[in-house]
């Protein structure tokens, strides 16, 4: 795909663009694959992507007791407070596959690290198997 880590719907534009297609077809056509994952995110099922799927997942409400203080009579007062109601987020869970190595463009750049004796002489007696 892309060599940026973040791609968004221009860069997907310009990638068709690049592929011969037309800025508005290629528009339309980005354009159209979201709103198809959108409309199954919304009915509940599961989209997959490249290196995992995601789906739709409602967040657990919470209740809190907070206590407040009137400043006119300078009484205390409790209320409680309702935090993620009705809230829904976007959860994507990677296939087995995918393999996530932080930092690896950082490492790249390293000089490679020496194997340690013991993994060495475990591989010469593999070969004299």
């Known amino acids: 795909m892309a060599k940026e880590s973040n791609v968004t719907k221009a860069t997907l534009v310009k990638m068709l663009v690049e592929k011969g297609f037309s800025v508005r077809k290629a528009t339309k056509g ?5 709103a198809v994952m959108a409309k199954k995110l919304r009915y509940g099922e599961i989209v997959p992507l490249p290196g995992g799927f995601a ?15 009137d400043i006119h009579t300078k009484k205390a007062r409790y209320r409680i407070i309702n935090y993620n109601k009705n809230k829904k987020a976007i959860k994507f869970t990677p296939t087995l596959e995918l393999e996530f190595e932080p930092g690896r463009e950082k490492r790249a750049r390293l000089a490679p690290r020496p194997e340690p004796p013991t993994l060495k002489e475990i591989r010469q ?3 004299e198997l």
């Open 55 to 69: 789906t739709l997942v409602s967040r657990t409400p919470r209740r809190e007791l907070h206590r407040f203080r």
């Open 30 to 34: 980005v354009n159209a694959v979201f």
């Open 125 to 127: 007696l593999a070969s």
